[in-house]
């Protein structure tokens, strides 16, 4: 970059005026901007009137007088008053001071200017120094939240007429720097019983609370908004400089007519100005030159005075509606993400889906309170309740629907059988309604038994069972018929073995009539040949008895016969061997 020694400017110039009409640029001072090549460190003071403000620029461009320091209730300085001068510590580098005008000014009777003042300082420095009296409070925050946001509306909604870059972390690099100075501080620095900085105060004076109604709410947000919008924050304290009288010649006063400890505390302020004030970066990592302030502000005054910014109030409302809705829609968002990963469809009960929904609901609400943005009224609440009543009403309609298809499909599945035997009509007999119905119950134990059927369970099955009358009905009618047709045959058959039995009864009478006179010439029979048989058998006997009788007179014949042999024989032989010729008788 081609470093062009800087023109001296004895005095500040009016960069921007502000009338009561639109905002005026002076061309005297772009002039001096396009003249300076160098990259900047601008360094721009905002704050209520009377507070104080041109006194501390007027020490860090190193004069006693330079920016008009007032010293009645009328605020001097009007617009943004800029003073360029040789960095002090960075070398090659042009120090701009911007000095605005008080806010607050009675006189004006219209805070449109005031806002349109504040943001222009905002979106042009590196180093924001934000000048308030006393101390820390609600209201000086809610007010620098306010301005914070709509410099990002306005610079959004320019962003394609500067370099056509405009993404957040972009954004974040042109961040400015928070400086936040507190004239005439009076409280103790002390937390717990503990002594703590400065830098401790402004960290504690923006740390959420704790809590989740809507006080906790509209505190906490703009806070939450500092925070992310200034990444690097700094606060320094003042004591009163002298006494109240001499206030009106504070310019004038040599540092020793001063409180020693302001006089510290003033010199701390410009070498930490001095030491940590960054160069002006543009979107892209551009390090911003005079020539690119000027067409910074050339920018922004065109988008202000066409309307862009109009006022305060509009602006709120109209950004308190987009991150309101917005707000809403991320609370919906992680609701729905919230039941996406937990709620399984269909759930066993209601109340297990209610309770998937509160607890979502609960933590949709934490995102909503911590992203809204003075919902005072708590209408984008209700919005928001109301969109996740839908959300429930929706989910019951869901959830219903899913329990109904499930338990279709589980019906069809285990009733098939059922149906299929009805078909083929293994019920169409004697008893067959007391088979289907045991059936029928067996097959709704199985279903009952089903898990994860959901809340149309019972529904689902009385339904399905009513459909099924009409067939438990003729199924029943057809079993009392064949039932009665089949008592009626039975009854006509025993009918029948009554009667063939009454008839065979009567044949074996007359059959016993008739064989009685045979039983009587049977029983003659019988005796006459039981007669004949013991005649026979006493033939027999005789008979028997006269050939035993003729075989023992055959026997002793033959005995006797044989007993004269033999003896003649003897004596034959002992007529031979006796020496004597003696016979000797035995």
Same mark, same amino acid.
């Given at each position: 970059?081609?470093?062009?020694?800087?023109?001296?400017?004895?005095?500040?110039?009016?960069?921007?005026? %502000?009338?009561?009409?639109?905002?005026?640029?002076?061309?005297?001072?772009?002039?001096?901007?396009?003249?300076?090549?160098?990259? !900047?460190?601008?360094?721009?003071?905002?704050?209520?009137?009377?507070?104080? &403000?041109?006194?501390?620029?007027?020490?860090?461009?190193?004069?006693?007088?330079?920016?008009?320091?007032?010293? !009645?209730?009328?605020?001097?300085?009007?617009?943004?008053?800029?003073?360029?001068?040789?960095?002090?510590?960075?070398? %090659?580098?042009?120090?701009?001071?911007?000095?605005?005008?008080?806010?607050?000014?009675?006189?004006?009777?219209?805070?449109?200017?005031?806002?349109?003042?504040?943001?222009?300082?905002?979106?042009?420095?590196?180093?924001?120094?934000?000048?308030?009296?006393?101390?820390?409070?609600?209201?000086?925050?809610?007010?620098?939240?306010?301005?914070?946001?709509?410099? /990002?509306?306005?610079?959004?909604?320019?962003?394609?007429?500067?370099?056509?870059?405009?993404?957040?972390?972009?954004?974040?690099?042109?961040?400015?720097?928070?400086?936040?100075?507190?004239?005439?501080?009076?409280?103790?620095?002390?937390?717990?019983?503990?002594?703590?900085?400065?830098?401790?105060?402004?960290?504690?004076?923006?740390?959420?609370?704790?809590?989740?109604?809507?006080?906790?709410?509209?505190?906490?947000?703009?806070?939450?908004?500092?925070?992310?919008?200034?990444?690097?924050?700094?606060?320094?304290?003042?004591?009163?400089?002298?006494?109240? &009288?001499?206030?009106?010649?504070?310019?004038?006063?040599?540092?020793?007519?001063?409180?020693?400890?302001?006089?510290?505390?003033?010199?701390?302020?410009?070498?930490?100005?001095?030491?940590?004030?960054?160069?002006?970066?543009?979107?892209?990592?551009?390090?911003?030159?005079?020539?690119?302030? &000027?067409?910074?502000?050339?920018?922004?005054?065109?988008?202000?005075?066409?309307?862009?910014?109009?006022?305060?109030?509009?602006?709120?409302?109209?950004?308190?509606?987009?991150?309101?809705?917005?707000?809403?829609?991320?609370?919906?968002?992680?609701?729905?993400?919230?039941?996406?990963?937990?709620?399984?469809?269909?759930?066993?009960?209601?109340?297990?889906?209610?309770?998937?929904?509160?607890?979502?609901?609960?933590?949709?609400?934490?995102?909503?309170?911590?992203?809204?943005?003075?919902?005072?009224?708590?209408?984008?609440?209700?919005?928001?309740?109301?969109?996740?009543?839908?959300?429930?009403?929706?989910?019951?309609?869901?959830?219903?629907?899913?329990?109904?298809?499930?338990?279709?499909?589980?019906?069809?599945?285990?009733?098939?059988?059922? *149906?299929?035997?009805?078909?083929?009509?293994?019920?169409?007999?004697?008893?067959?309604?007391?088979?289907?119905?045991?059936?029928?119950?067996?097959?709704?134990?199985?279903?009952?038994?089903?898990?994860?059927?959901?809340?149309?369970?019972?529904?689902?099955? /009385?339904?399905?069972?009513?459909?099924?009358?009409?067939?438990?009905?003729?199924?029943?009618?057809?079993?009392?018929?064949?039932?009665?047709?089949?008592?009626?045959? *039975?009854?006509?058959?025993?009918?029948?073995?009554?009667?063939?039995?009454?008839?065979?009864?009567?044949?074996?009478?007359?059959?016993?009539?008739?064989?009685?006179?045979?039983?009587?010439?049977?029983?003659?029979?019988?005796?006459?040949?039981?007669?004949?048989?013991?005649?026979?058998?006493?033939?027999?006997?005789?008979?028997?008895?006269?050939?035993? /009788?003729?075989?023992?007179?055959?026997?002793?014949?033959?005995? /006797?016969? *044989?007993?004269?042999?033999?003896? %003649?024989?003897?004596?034959?032989?002992?007529?031979n061997d006796s020496p004597n010729g003696t016979c000797i008788l035995l």
């Amino acid at each position: 970059m081609d470093m062009a020694p800087l023109n001296h400017m004895p005095e500040p110039l009016c960069l921007i005026e %502000n009338t009561n009409g639109p905002l005026l640029v002076n061309p005297e001072a772009l002039k001096i901007l396009s003249a300076i090549r160098q990259p !900047t460190v601008v360094v721009a003071i905002v704050g209520p009137y009377r507070t104080g &403000k041109s006194y501390l620029m007027n020490k860090l461009a190193g004069k006693k007088k330079g920016f008009s320091v007032g010293s !009645t209730v009328q605020c001097s300085t009007k617009g943004i008053w800029m003073w360029c001068v040789p960095h002090p510590k960075k070398p %090659n580098h042009t120090l701009v001071l911007l000095d605005t005008e008080g806010l607050g000014d009675v006189e004006k009777g219209d805070k449109t200017n005031d806002t349109h003042i504040f943001v222009l300082a905002l979106l042009l420095s590196s180093t924001f120094v934000y000048n308030t009296m006393n101390k820390i409070d609600h209201g000086a925050i809610n007010l620098l939240n306010c301005v914070t946001e709509l410099s /990002q509306l306005l610079r959004r909604d320019t962003s394609h007429a500067l370099n056509g870059v405009d993404d957040a972390a972009d954004f974040v690099r042109v961040c400015p720097d928070l400086v936040w100075t507190l004239r005439d501080f009076y409280l103790d620095l002390e937390a717990n019983g503990q002594l703590i900085t400065a830098d401790e105060y402004l960290e504690n004076s923006l740390r959420p609370k704790q809590g989740t109604n809507q006080h906790f709410q509209n505190f906490n947000l703009p806070c939450l908004c500092i925070q992310k919008f200034f990444p690097v924050k700094k606060c320094f304290i003042f004591d009163l400089p002298t006494h109240q &009288k001499k206030l009106a010649q504070l310019e004038t006063l040599h540092n020793d007519d001063l409180d020693p400890k302001f006089v510290q505390q003033v010199a701390e302020f410009c070498s930490y100005i001095f030491s940590y004030s960054k160069t002006k970066i543009l979107s892209g990592g551009i390090q911003a030159s005079g020539s690119h302030l &000027k067409n910074l502000v050339q920018t922004y005054v065109n988008a202000i005075n066409s309307g862009d910014l109009p006022c305060m109030e509009s602006e709120i409302l109209t950004l308190a509606q987009i991150k309101n809705s917005a707000a809403v829609q991320m609370a919906i968002a992680h609701y729905d993400q919230q039941m996406g990963q937990k709620l399984q469809l269909p759930t066993e009960t209601c109340q297990e889906l209610l309770d998937l929904h509160r607890a979502s609901e609960k933590e949709a609400i934490e995102v909503f309170m911590k992203n809204s943005f003075k919902d005072e009224d708590q209408e984008y609440w209700k919005k928001l309740e109301m969109q996740l009543l839908a959300k429930l009403n929706d989910f019951h309609k869901r959830n219903k629907k899913a329990s109904l298809n499930r338990c279709s499909a589980l019906l069809q599945d285990i009733f098939h059988p059922l *149906e299929e035997n009805v078909k083929q009509g293994v019920y169409a007999k004697p008893g067959g309604h007391s088979l289907f119905i045991q059936k029928r119950e067996e097959l709704k134990e199985k279903y009952n038994q089903e898990p994860r059927k959901g809340i149309q369970a019972e529904e689902a099955l /009385q339904k399905y069972l009513e459909s099924m009358e009409s067939v438990g009905v003729t199924i029943l009618q057809t079993d009392l018929a064949l039932t009665a047709i089949k008592k009626e045959t *039975e009854g006509l058959r025993e009918e029948f073995m009554k009667a063939e039995a009454q008839r065979l009864m009567e044949i074996l009478t007359q059959h016993q009539q008739m064989m009685e006179p045979r039983k009587t010439v049977h029983q003659e029979q019988v005796r006459l040949m039981e007669t004949n048989r013991v005649y026979q058998e006493a033939l027999q006997q005789r008979a028997m008895e006269r050939q035993l /009788q003729e075989e023992v007179k055959r026997l002793k014949e033959r005995f /006797q016969a *044989e007993n004269r042999q033999l003896h %003649n024989e003897l004596q034959n032989l002992l007529r031979n061997d006796s020496p004597n010729g003696t016979c000797i008788l035995l």
